[in-house]
C-alpha cells in the first residue's frame, strides 16, 4: 500500500504491528491464460493532485503541561534544527521524548518533525495515540484528518482512524454509524484504487455486516470486485459466501434482485412447460395447479438467482483479473512502496518509471477513440464509485487519467526526494490544468524539496511562461532566502527583471551581490563582470561599467578575467577615442601579477587593435616594439610566436601545458557555499551559444579566449616590420 511500510519501519515512526484483522494470504499471480478484457473498477468522481503545502499545519497544543521540559531535550532539539536534513537527528529527539513520556516535549518534536517529512504515516499514528492516552480524543481525531490530508494514500493510517473513531464515538448515537459510513467512503475513494487496499475493503465490509447491512456489505464487496488489488480473489470468494449465506433478498438491491426473480420465474416457467402440460392431463377436472403463497419464493427459486447474480460477476470477476495480472509484475518490482529517507536504488527508481510508462500507455491507448466523450466516461466512473451497477452491462474505463494519478501519488510517497518524480507529474498534469501543476510545484518546493535549487527554479519559469512573474519572483526571492549565496539563483532573479523591463531593479540586485561579496574576491569578480556586460550591453552605459571593472581590479589586481573584460570593453568602443584607453589597459595588465601567457595574449590584442584602427604608423610600430620587448623579456621569441606561424593554441598554454582559464575555486557543491555559477566571459562575447538555462560547465570556458574570432596569432607578412 502507498505509504504503508513492512519491516523496515523506522522511516516512519513504528516497527511491524498486528493488522487490524488477519488479511488472507498473498495469493499467487493471476494464471497467464485469460482473457484480455478489460475489467471494471472503482473510481472517484475527482483526481488528486495532493494537500495543499499552505494549509498544512499540525493542531496547536491545549492544555499542554506545564513545568519543566526533560534533561537532554534542549540538547536534542537544538541539533535537529541547527541541521534539518539529518533524519537521525529527528528520531533521536522523537525516541527521547517518549521514553521520558513528557506530553509537552512530545507534542513539539512531533509537531516539528511532521512539518519536514510529514509522509512518514507511523509518526501520525504516534501523535493521535499520545493524544488518546492524554485524555484529547478530538485532538486524536485532528491529528489524523491532519495526516490524511497529507497523505491520503495511506491504508494504514485511514484504518487507524477509523479505529480511532470505533473507539470513541457512541455508536448508540443515530449519527455515529453515518459519521463512520461516510469516513469509510471517503477511506475508500482516497485509497480504494491502491494494489494493497485490500484490508481497507475487508474493513468495511465487516463493519456493514456488524451493523446488520447485508446489502450495504453486497454492494462494498460488489465495488471491491471491480478493483486490482493483490487480494483480488479473496473479494469474490467472500462475495460469493455472503449470498450463499443470506437470502438474495436481503442482498441484493431492490432493482436487481426483482429483475432476477422476473428472468429465473420466465425461466422456471419454461423448462417445467411440458410437464406441466403432462401433469395437467393427469389432474382431475376442476382441479388447478397450487399457487405458491403470495410474497414467498421456493428455494429453487433462490438457488437460481444466486446462480444469475453469480455467473454476472464471474464475468467482473474475470475482467479483473486481467488487470490484475497485466500489473503483477510492475507491482512485485516495487519493493519499498512506502516513504524513508534512505535512497533508493536504481533498480527500484526504473520500476516505478516503467510502472507509470505502462500505465500512461494504456490510457493513451483506451483514450484513442475520439467518440469517446472524456466528461461522459468521467460520469460513468463517478457512478461505479457510488452505485453499483450490473457487471453484464457496464462500460467503464479502466486505464482512466484517475488511475495515473493515482499511481504518481503513489510513486510520490516512496520517490517524494527525487526531482525526476516530481518533474514527470507536473508535465502530465500542466497540459490538462496548470492549476493542479502549480499545486504540484508547490508541494514538491515547500515540503519534500526545499534545499533542492533545480525544482524552484523550473518552478519560477514555469510562473513566468504562464505570465505569472510575480510568483515567479516569490520563489526565487524564498529560494535564495534559504539557500543564500547560490550565484545562479541571484542571475535568475536578474533575468526575470530584466525581461520584466525592470532594468533598475535588475541592476540592483547585481550590485547588491558586488557589494556582498567584496570579502570573497573570486565571486566580487564574477557578479562585477556581470554588472559590467549588463551596464554596457543592456544600460548602454560603457562609462560606468569600465568604473565597476577597474573597482573589481583594484580589489583582484591578479584576476586575468577583469583584464581581459576589461580590454575588451575598451576596443568594443569608438576606435578613434579608445586607442589611449586601450593602451592604458594593456599597461596596467602588463604591470599586474598576472601569468606570462596571460599577458602576452593581451599584449596581442593590444597589436592587433593598433594595427586595425591607428591613423599612424609610428604609433603601431612603438606597440610592436613594446610587444617584441616583452616576448623577449618573457621568453617568446621565436620567429614565428612574432609572425603568426605559431598555432594560438600553443600560445595560450602555460609552461606545464594547462590552458589559460581557471583562476579561482572551482564550483562548489554544497548548498550554502555561494559560488555555484562560474564568471562569464569577455564583455564582448556572445552567451547565446551556451547549452541551456545558466548550464556553466567551468569557470569562464573560453580556455583559448576563441569567442573573440582570433584563432591564430598575427599573420603579417614577413617583411611587414624590420626583424628586431
Not at 50 to 69: I, N, R, T, Y
Request: include cysteine; glycine fraction near 4%; hydrophobic fraction near 35%.
Amino acid at each position: 500500500m502507498a505509504a504503508e511500510g513492512c519491516e523496515e519501519m523506522s522511516g516512519n515512526g513504528e516497527l511491524e504491528e498486528p493488522s487490524v484483522m488477519d488479511a488472507p494470504e498473498v495469493p499467487p499471480p493471476p494464471p497467464p491464460e485469460m482473457s484480455e478484457e478489460n475489467g471494471s473498477e472503482a473510481v472517484a468522481p475527482e483526481a488528486p493532485v495532493g494537500p495543499d503545502p499552505a494549509s498544512f499545519s499540525v493542531p496547536s497544543a491545549v492544555g499542554d503541561e506545564e513545568g519543566e521540559l526533560p534533561a537532554d531535550f534542549e540538547r536534542l532539539w537544538k541539533a535537529a534544527h541547527d541541521n534539518p536534513q539529518d533524519f537521525t537527528s529527528w528520531t533521536d529527539l522523537l525516541q527521547y521524548c517518549e521514553q521520558e513520556s513528557h506530553i509537552t516535549a512530545s507534542r513539539r518534536a512531533l509537531e516539528a518533525f511532521l512539518i519536514r517529512y510529514p509522509l512518514c504515516y507511523g509518526y501520525w499514528k504516534k501523535f493521535a495515540d499520545l493524544e488518546r492516552r492524554s485524555g484529547y480524543n478530538d485532538r486524536a481525531e485532528e491529528v489524523c484528518i491532519q495526516g490524511l490530508q497529507v497523505i491520503p494514500l495511506s491504508v494504514d493510517l485511514w484504518i487507524h482512524y477509523i479505529n480511532l473513531l470505533l473507539g470513541t464515538l457512541d455508536m448508540n448515537l443515530p449519527e455515529s454509524p453515518k459519521r463512520i459510513r461516510s469516513v469509510f467512503e471517503d477511506a475508500v475513494v482516497a485509497a480504494g484504487l491502491d494494489f494493497h487496499s485490500d484490508r481497507l475493503w475487508d474493513l468495511y465490509v465487516e463493519w456493514e455486516k456488524e451493523q446488520g447491512n447485508m446489502k450495504n456489505a453486497a454492494a462494498v464487496l460488489d465495488r471491491v470486485l471491480r478493483v486490482p488489488t493483490q487480494l483480488y480473489n479473496t473479494h469474490y470468494d467472500k462475495f460469493k459466501e455472503h449470498l450463499n449465506n443470506h437470502p438474495p433478498k436481503e442482498v441484493l438491491s431492490s432493482e436487481e434482485y426483482e429483475e432476477l426473480r422476473a428472468y429465473c420465474r420466465q425461466s422456471q416457467k419454461a423448462e417445467r412447460a411440458e410437464q406441466a402440460q403432462e401433469e395437467e392431463e393427469e389432474r382431475p377436472p376442476g382441479e388447478e395447479e397450487p399457487a405458491t403463497p403470495e410474497g414467498t419464493d421456493s428455494e429453487e427459486l433462490m438457488q437460481k438467482i444466486r446462480e444469475q447474480v453469480l455467473l454476472r460477476r464471474d464475468k467482473v470477476y474475470q475482467d479483473n483479473e486481467g488487470e490484475v495480472r497485466k500489473r503483477w509484475h510492475f507491482e512485485d518490482a516495487i519493493k519499498r512502496p512506502y516513504f524513508h529517507v534512505k535512497p533508493l536504488d536504481r533498480v527500484q527508481l526504473r520500476a516505478w518509471h516503467s510502472y507509470l510508462d505502462w500505465e500512461i500507455a494504456e490510457l493513451n491507448r483506451d483514450t484513442k477513440d475520439p467518440t469517446q466523450d472524456p466528461n461522459q466516461a468521467a460520469t460513468e466512473e463517478s457512478e461505479v464509485t457510488t452505485q453499483p451497477q450490473e457487471a453484464s452491462e457496464e462500460a467503464v474505463v479502466t486505464h482512466s487519467d484517475y488511475r495515473v494519478r493515482i499511481l504518481f501519488e503513489r510513486c510520490l510517497i516512496a520517490c517524494a526526494l527525487y526531482e525526476e518524480f516530481w518533474t514527470r507529474y507536473i508535465q502530465y498534469l500542466e497540459p490538462q490544468s496548470v492549476d493542479e501543476a502549480r499545486a504540484v510545484y508547490k508541494r514538491a518546493c515547500e515540503v519534500h524539496l526545499t534545499y533542492k535549487p533545480n525544482i524552484h527554479m523550473q518552478w519560477a519559469t514555469f510562473e513566468e511562461r504562464h505570465g505569472n512573474s510575480t510568483e515567479a519572483r516569490r520563489v526565487l526571492v524564498a529560494l535564495e532566502k534559504s539557500m543564500p549565496g547560490l550565484a545562479i539563483v541571484r542571475l535568475r532573479r536578474v533575468a526575470l527583471e530584466r525581461r520584466a523591463g525592470q532594468l533598475d531593479i535588475s541592476e540592483a540586485l547585481l550590485r547588491e551581490a558586488v557589494d556582498e561579496s567584496k570579502e570573497k574576491p573570486t565571486l566580487h569578480a564574477f557578479y562585477s563582470i556581470k554588472l559590467a556586460r549588463l551596464l554596457q550591453k543592456v544600460g548602454r552605459n560603457p562609462s560606468e561599467a569600465r568604473r565597476v571593472l577597474q573597482e573589481a581590479l583594484e580589489i583582484s589586481p591578479d584576476n586575468d578575467k577583469l583584464h581581459l573584460n576589461l580590454l575588451e570593453l575598451e576596443v568594443s568602443g569608438d576606435p578613434w577615442v579608445s586607442a589611449e584607453a586601450v593602451q592604458e589597459c594593456v599597461t596596467r595588465a602588463l604591470a599586474a601579477p598576472l601569468a606570462s601567457h596571460t599577458k602576452i595574449l593581451l599584449s596581442q590584442r593590444g597589436l592587433q587593435f593598433a594595427e586595425d584602427y591607428s591613423n599612424s604608423i609610428k604609433s603601431v610600430l612603438s606597440v610592436y616594439d613594446a610587444h617584441q620587448k616583452l616576448l623577449n623579456e618573457l621568453g617568446g621569441t621565436k620567429r614565428g610566436a612574432e609572425n603568426g606561424d605559431e598555432d594560438a593554441e600553443k600560445l595560450s598554454k602555460s609552461d606545464d601545458g594547462s590552458a589559460v582559464a581557471v583562476s579561482g575555486e572551482a564550483p562548489p557543491t554544497m548548498p550554502h557555499v555561494p559560488i555555484t555559477t562560474p564568471p562569464p566571459p569577455m564583455v564582448g562575447t556572445d552567451m547565446s551559444a551556451q547549452a541551456g538555462y545558466g548550464a556553466y560547465s567551468s569557470w569562464y570556458q573560453q580556455p583559448q579566449y576563441s569567442s573573440y574570432g582570433y584563432q591564430n596569432t598575427w599573420n603579417y607578412n614577413q617583411g611587414y616590420y624590420p626583424p628586431s
